[in-house]
Each structure stands twice: as structure tokens, then as C-alpha cells.
């Protein structure tokens, strides 16, 4: 409850239900847990509604060029934003980051990952889940972080692909794959991981994820868009975005 005023506290939208309005919007998978938390109170807040789409960027900047009816997007990655800038399917001056990604290597079994990630190069595991690398960032760094470690080709045998990076969770969670390469928001929360072993990859292994916002042309004149661009850089929000582990 004290989080849920402090949001409000700092929530710098004026509530006005006669201007309330639905917002399409399509949101990077590995921002799902922030985003449901985030949902009630933004809607609480300010009447609006929030209709949420989750997967790949790389999906979804298909989709968005397609016509796909999407007014906002909060992206992995800073790279599609600015594409569908320059495509004219974005509003350029919206755009900013909102978080920091993280990528940890996670295993459900205690003991599996070491703090070095020297488990990749004993490779003494079946399979090892990574989201898609063509459409996800996730997926793209773990790919990366593989190749720096030169263990890439010799792994190539046991890698199984989730659509996006929930799915990798799920692979790796049920223990369909003993480990696999997940977003820190996923198995972190105030500062308790899930169970199992881990290891947060050090950021000069892959590109730093930094995640954008950006308001879609088909949202430029809807109230809900240009209000939740200011709930996500209230300094209650921020706090929320934090305790899943991301950097701001």
C-alpha cells in the first residue's frame, strides 16, 4: 500500500475520467513482471486503460510496420525505436531510456552455475536455453557473451531457442533445460533472487541493453500515451523499475 501512494505521490498525471482512454501498447517480454505491477496503479491513477501486448521487438517491429494498432512500445533494446523513428512510425522527441538491462545465466539446480560462468566451458549439461537471437536482445547478448567465451561452436549442439525471453524462462525454469541465459528481472525481486544458481554476466561480455520508450505515430494524439510516458519517469516508478534489478 505504501508503494501504491508513493506512486501516486509522484505521478505527475492529472486524474480526469472524462479524458480517459484505452492505450495499445507492446511491451518487451523481459518487462513483464515491472509492467503488471505498474498497470493497476497507472490505471488507478489516471482512468486510463492499458491494453498490453508481450514478446520480441523483433516481432513486433514487424508487426508495427505492418499496421499493427499499437500507439506506444517499451523496448529492449535502443535500436528499434529510433528505427521506426526513422521509418516515420514513431513521435522522435518521446523517445528516452527507461531502464538497463541485465543478463544472468540461471539454473533451477543449486550448484549447477558458478559464480565464473566456467559451466559453459565444462559443458557438462544437455541443454542450454537462449531466446532467439534474430528477434529478441536477450537472445542476441547471450550469443555474444558465448562467443567472447569461445565455447559458441561447442555448445551450438545444445542450445534450444525460446520465442522470447519468457519462453527461455519457462524452458529453464521447468528444468526442460538445466540452464539457460534469462533477463535479471525475471528471477530477481527487492533484492531476493529465485532458487537455484546464478550468475550475472559481467557487462563487458556483451552490449549494454539499454531499453527505450517511444510514443508510435498512432498514439500521438491519445491522452493515456503521453501520460504514461510521465508515469515512467516519476521517481516512484523508477523505485519499482530498480527492484527488479535494473539499472535507471
Not at 505492418?66 to 535502443?78: Q, V
Request: net charge positive; glycine share 8%.
Amino acid at each position: 500500500m505504501k508503494r501504491v501512494l508513493l506512486l501516486l505521490l509522484f505521478l505527475m498525471v492529472p486524474v480526469c475520467p472524462a479524458l480517459a482512454a484505452d492505450l495499445h501498447l507492446a511491451v518487451a517480454a523481459n518487462f513483464t513482471g515491472p509492467m503488471e505491477q505498474l498497470k493497476p496503479v497507472f490505471e488507478k491513477a489516471t482512468g486510463h486503460k492499458l491494453i498490453i501486448a508481450y514478446g520480441t521487438v523483433g516481432k513486433f517491429y514487424a508487426q508495427i510496420k505492418n499496421g499493427a494498432p499499437f500507439e506506444l512500445l517499451i523496448s529492449s533494446d535502443e535500436a528499434t525505436p529510433k528505427k521506426l523513428e526513422n521509418d516515420g512510425l514513431a513521435v522522435a522527441e518521446s523517445r528516452f531510456t527507461y531502464a538497463i538491462g541485465k543478463l544472468m545465466l540461471w539454473s533451477t539446480k543449486p550448484g549447477l552455475v558458478d559464480g565464473k560462468g566456467e559451466v559453459l566451458k565444462r559443458g557438462e549439461f544437455k541443454y542450454l536455453a537462449i531466446a532467439n537471437p534474430k528477434l529478441a536482445v536477450y537472445g542476441a547478448a547471450a550469443v555474444d557473451v558465448m562467443k567472447k567465451l569461445g565455447v559458441y561452436e561447442q555448445l551450438q549442439a545444445k542450445l534450444v531457442f525460446g520465442e522470447n525471453i519468457t519462453q527461455t524462462y519457462q524452458f529453464t525454469a521447468t528444468g526442460n533445460a538445466e540452464l539457460g541465459f534469462v533477463a535479471l528481472s525475471q528471477i530477481y525481486k527487492n533484492g531476493v533472487y529465485a532458487d537455484g544458481s546464478y550468475w550475472q554476466v559481467p557487462f563487458n561480455l556483451y552490449p549494454r541493453i539499454k531499453q527505450d520508450v517511444v510514443l508510435l505515430t498512432r498514439g500521438r494524439d491519445n491522452p493515456a500515451g503521453k501520460a504514461l510516458l510521465t508515469f515512467l519517469q516519476s521517481p516512484g516508478t523508477k523505485q519499482i523499475i530498480r527492484s527488479y534489478g535494473y539499472d535507471i
